[in-house]
């Protein structure tokens, strides 16, 4: 199995490809890893891969064309050492979380490109143009999706044929799932410049300066999101009649953009 991971601290990595398990299986060629920077694929002397995001708001934003040439990259790698069709996942907290259950289905992949994204997120426009699957380890927020990575990359690969010294260790593991969970809601998407990639627009209400209507833009999408992929966060909550309009008019909105 193939790993192409992009990040801009590849050498956080480093973590994976020196030490423990995951070291040894990497010298007997178990399975293959490899890093890539997105900052190495834009020509401006400050090597800029972020803006600020529109709507405003704290932090910054991952810029989609930098990232786009870097996967591009990275699976042209991938192609070339044989994977016929490697997988592009996003490590992010709104995405299905890790089990042992999605453990075996990505191990089943011959390659996979994974995304450490960085700031605030990325750019919705790359998500949606290049994303095969969003991936989460588990209900927080780290600084940024290095570690993440290496959490399912080492997850993946203590389950590979010769990473462990005896197989039955991992078919023995145990698992312990905590029923809890936080009862926030998943963020709502991002964007930043430019306003026009690839033929996809920015929502026009992030352009419009109405602070009271991109607040509710963007509460709208986290509780619609929140709805669509972790519709337990919403279990046993009462939603406030504003909440419970917004939740409507996201669904209808879905439906609308499905008939079209």
């Not at 990232?67 to 050492?81: G, M, N, R, S």
């Not at 426009?125 to 927080?140: A, Q």
């Not at 999408?221 to 966060?233: F, I, K, M, V």
Request: aromatic share 6%.
């Amino acid at each position: 199995m193939r790993f192409d991971v992009v990040t801009i601290f590849p050498e956080m990595l480093d973590a994976i490809a020196d030490h423990g398990i995951t070291r040894r299986a990497l010298d007997e060629k178990v399975f293959a890893l490899a890093t890539w920077n997105p900052r190495d694929f834009v020509a401006d002397s400050h090597r800029t891969i972020d803006d600020r995001p529109y709507g405003g708001g704290p932090g910054m934003v991952m810029q989609a064309e930098p990232l786009e040439a870097c996967i591009d990259a990275a699976v042209a790698a991938q192609k070339a050492a044989g994977v016929a069709a490697p997988k592009v996942v996003l490590m992010s907290p709104q995405g299905e979380r890790l089990c042992e259950a999605l453990v075996k289905e990505l191990c089943a992949e011959a390659g996979l490109v994974v995304i450490a994204g960085r700031y605030e997120g990325v750019d919705e426009r790359l998500i949606r143009r290049r994303v095969d699957r969003e991936v989460s380890i588990g209900d927080f927020v780290t600084s940024g999706g290095e570690l993440p990575a290496m959490v399912m990359i080492d997850c993946l690969v203590r389950r590979l044929p010769g990473s462990l010294n005896d197989a039955r260790s991992a078919s023995q593991d145990s698992f312990a799932s905590d029923p809890s969970f936080p009862r926030g809601l998943l963020d709502w998407p991002h964007y930043t410049r430019p306003e026009d990639w690839k033929a996809m627009r920015v929502p026009e209400v992030l352009l419009s300066g109405n602070h009271a209507a991109i607040e509710r833009w963007r509460r709208k999408q986290a509780l619609g999101r929140t709805g669509e992929r972790r519709p337990d966060l919403l279990e046993g909550r009462t939603l406030s009649k504003e909440d419970a309009q917004l939740l409507e008019e996201y669904r209808r909105e879905q439906q609308a953009q499905q008939q079209q």
